[in-house]
């Protein structure tokens, strides 16, 4: 993945898994396509705004890809950024002021120095 001249990622994606009391769920139990190594970033998304402009549909993970399952998964209907024609980004939601994304970790070891960078309006 190509980083901007920002420095900053650019992240995407219709799916997240929520934090349960503290309890994040392994790459497993969500069952992800690919080893975790794969991976450049793992990242929170903490919701700031409670209106976001958009609703997602929670659901269970079945297994899948060979792996476990049993995390909980949210697919968000996100909208369409005029500008670009695709689906927002993470960026573009934490730049409207909606959410704050915090990289966490850089799972293949690409981009380990961008770890504990924040992404907020």
């Known amino acids: 993945m190509p980083i901007p001249e920002t420095g900053i990622p650019t992240l995407g994606g219709s799916f997240t898994s929520p934090i349960v009391d503290g309890y994040t769920y ?9 080893p975790e190594t794969s991976y450049d970033f793992y990242y929170h998304i903490d ?3 409670n209106l976001l402009p958009f ?7 079945i297994p899948w890809f060979n792996q ?3 995390g909980t998964q949210t697919m968000w209907k996100i909208p369409i950024d005029p500008m670009t024609g695709y689906q927002k980004t993470w ?7 909606y959410i704050k994304v915090t990289i966490i970790k850089s799972p ?11 992404i907020q309006k």
């Not at 960026?91 to 002021?97: F, I, R, T, V």
């Not at 293949?108 to 924040?118: D, I």
Request: aromatic letters at 4%; glycine letters at 16%.
């Open 91 to 97: 960026n573009k939601l934490a730049q409207e002021g």
């Open 68 to 70: 476990v399952g049993g």
């Open 55 to 61: 609703t997602g549909q929670i659901a269970d993970v």
């Open 47 to 49: 919701v700031l705004n």
């Open 26 to 34: 392994t790459f497993s139990q969500r069952a992800l396509n690919l």
């Open 108 to 118: 293949s070891g690409k981009y380990n120095n961008l770890a504990g960078t924040v």
